[in-house]
């Protein structure tokens, strides 16, 4: 029996590939159980894969194209075509979908292309090739020829009812998969018109019942999985369909962490209620906001009702239980930059946890490709990333990437996280000016062509605070102590701030404190004395200033006139106390 191999190379090792699974599951249950999957990532050497690919001996190999590997995945297959004239290769994807008359005609490597959702195409394929026939005629085929001509048809297939399709997750997977990130879809399309993507082409959003996706999940919960990602492009467009989900995701007894992307102005006051009964960290919501830029948002078709917006981040933000990560795209029409300044703002001023900073792509078959490609320089191969437009120059993208990188080790992170929060308040209404400072501080240094450890990083930023910024000299050793903070409760003491002063309290006063358990355990349930090596490598007490203790009081409670913290470094990472001198007195040691 023909003997298929479908592959496709992740970006990342962590993630994992829906569609492989979900193509392998549709074969098998029209009863071709011929096909495998074998995934690997853009970071392999090409050669090693080749060699895994061949070792497979298949008649057909399937590759899945997106917009990070289609060069690599065209080199792989020019060098498969030389060691393997004979096998039958063929593409699929979004990267295919809309050009593959066009790629089929420019790549002579390439057999079939495979336009829309696979699972409705290649079982039907893959039985037009055991009949003897060529696949020209099952919808969504096209095919070259060995002098070169396109056969088929270009009908961009779809599944029409996503209920007919299995779960895509086998036991041996679930197995497999059990600690890594985990993808779902429980809908296909996207009600919007966002004019840099192409989920919203068709007008069309195609939904698996609530009732099956609940078991699904529940299969993925009991098999052990952690982090759950539905890359659903609107989770929360139909009540009907995803507040059963919810109401069932919130309510789970068990560790598990849901991905959901969603619109902030379709979200309620009943989907803020359902989201405050949330367990910490049992919900991570992406939001995309892309600008907030006028003209810009018209162009794109996007609508942003900015004060629902920050009515919903305030509320959720308030719960401490979820996680935000909101998204700003750099390069989109008429955003100039002033007015990405203001849109970085507008979306900063929300508090995040993350605010990632990306840059447009011009995708084949989107909008802006269509409409707007006389006002853009971009790369013309894989990924088609922005290098230039009307509005930005080359050089301000070029600065905006290395501010992007700057950013993601500095706020991103969530390493220092105190210290911004203190220091944003002497940027108000302009934290862009911060990080701008910062970018040319980094530029300024050399760090963007070289290798940056935290221990480095951390440098810069004190480095940063005190030679880039008017904070007084009380407020820059506020600032310091903060950082001092950041840094032993990140790193769990491995780094220690030295460099800014810190020092622990001295043993007169920590060795009676510790070795006598009262006072320990009052602050950390469970504390035992075992011996003095596991106690400096789990417990540090140092001291702080008023003015430090009292902007700590903002993250937890404590005592008036707090002048130590208490931290524990455990398996969730370190958490802390606020002690004053009255509490140590209490406890006879000092």
Not at 465 to 477: G, I, N, R
């Amino acid at each position: 029996m023909m003997k298929i191999l479908l592959t496709t190379l992740n970006a990342k090792f962590v993630q994992s590939s829906l569609a492989l699974r979900c193509l392998a599951a549709a074969c098998r249950q029209q009863g071709f159980g011929n096909v495998e999957t074998a995934e690997y990532t853009i970071n392999h050497n090409a050669y090693d894969i080749l060699r895994r690919i061949h070792a497979f001996h298949a008649d057909v190999i399937g590759f899945s194209c997106y917009i990070w590997n289609i060069d690599m995945t065209l080199h792989l297959i020019s060098l498969l075509r030389q060691i393997c004239p004979d096998v039958t290769i063929m593409v699929g994807g979004p990267e295919v979908t809309y050009t593959a008359r066009e790629l089929l005609t420019a790549e002579g490597n390439i057999d079939y292309a495979l336009q829309g959702e696979g699972e409705a195409i290649l079982p039907e394929l893959i039985a037009s090739w055991l009949n003897g026939e060529d696949g020209t005629a099952v919808g969504g085929v096209l095919r070259r020829t060995a002098d070169g001509a396109i056969e088929g048809n270009e009908l961009i297939r779809e599944v029409p009812d996503l209920d007919l399709l299995p779960f895509p997750y086998d036991d041996a997977d679930l197995a497999s998969l059990s600690h890594q990130l985990v993808y779902y879809e429980s809908s296909r399309g996207c009600p919007f018109h966002c004019q840099y993507c192409l989920s919203g082409r068709d007008d069309t959003v195609r939904f698996r019942s609530a009732a099956l996706v609940i078991e699904e999940l529940k299969r993925l919960v009991a098999a052990g999985v952690k982090q759950v990602k539905l890359v659903d492009r609107t989770f929360n467009c139909n009540p009907r369909h995803y507040r059963p989900i919810l109401a069932f995701m919130v309510s789970l007894q068990a560790t598990v962490n849901f991905h959901l992307e969603i619109e902030p102005g379709l979200v309620t006051e009943e989907d803020l209620a359902l989201l405050s009964q949330a367990p910490r960290g049992r919900i991570q919501l992406e939001l995309g906001i892309q600008s907030t830029y006028g003209p810009t948002l018209q162009a794109i078709r996007r609508h942003n009702d900015w004060p629902h917006i920050v009515h919903v981040m305030n509320v959720i933000r308030s719960l401490g239980t979820i996680h935000l990560h909101l998204d700003l795209i750099v390069g989109l029409p008429y955003e100039t930059m002033q007015a990405l300044r203001r849109s970085f703002n507008d979306i900063y001023s929300l508090q995040p946890h993350k605010l990632q900073i990306g840059f447009l792509k011009l995708l084949k078959g989107s909008g802006i490709r269509r409409d707007y490609s006389q006002d853009y320089a971009c790369d013309l191969r894989g990924p088609y990333e922005v290098l230039a437009t009307k509005w930005l120059s080359y050089e301000a993208v070029g600065t905006m990437k290395v501010f992007e990188d700057v950013f993601e080790r500095i706020y991103n992170s969530g390493k220092f996280s105190y210290t911004l929060a203190y220091v944003d308040r002497f940027f108000a209404g302009d934290w862009f000016s911060f990080y701008e400072r910062l970018t040319d501080h980094w530029l300024c240094r050399g760090f963007d062509r070289l290798a940056v450890s935290d221990a480095t990083v951390c440098h810069f930023l004190w480095d940063s605070l005190t030679a880039l910024t008017e904070l007084t000299a009380e407020e820059k050793d506020v600032a310091r102590q903060l950082l001092c903070l950041d840094m032993l409760t990140c790193f769990r003491f491995r780094l220690k701030p030295s460099f800014l002063g810190w020092e622990e309290a001295p043993r007169q006063l920590t060795d009676p404190f510790f070795r006598r358990e009262e006072g320990p355990a009052a602050y950390f349930t469970g504390y035992r004395f075992t011996n003095w090596r596991d106690i400096k490598m789990r417990y540090h007490l140092w001291p702080i200033t008023p003015a430090v203790g009292k902007e700590l009081r903002r993250y937890a409670d404590g005592p008036d006139e707090a002048a130590y913290i208490l931290a524990e470094s455990g398996a969730d990472g370190v958490c802390w106390r606020l002690l004053n001198k009255a509490a140590l007195a209490a406890e006879g040691v000092i």
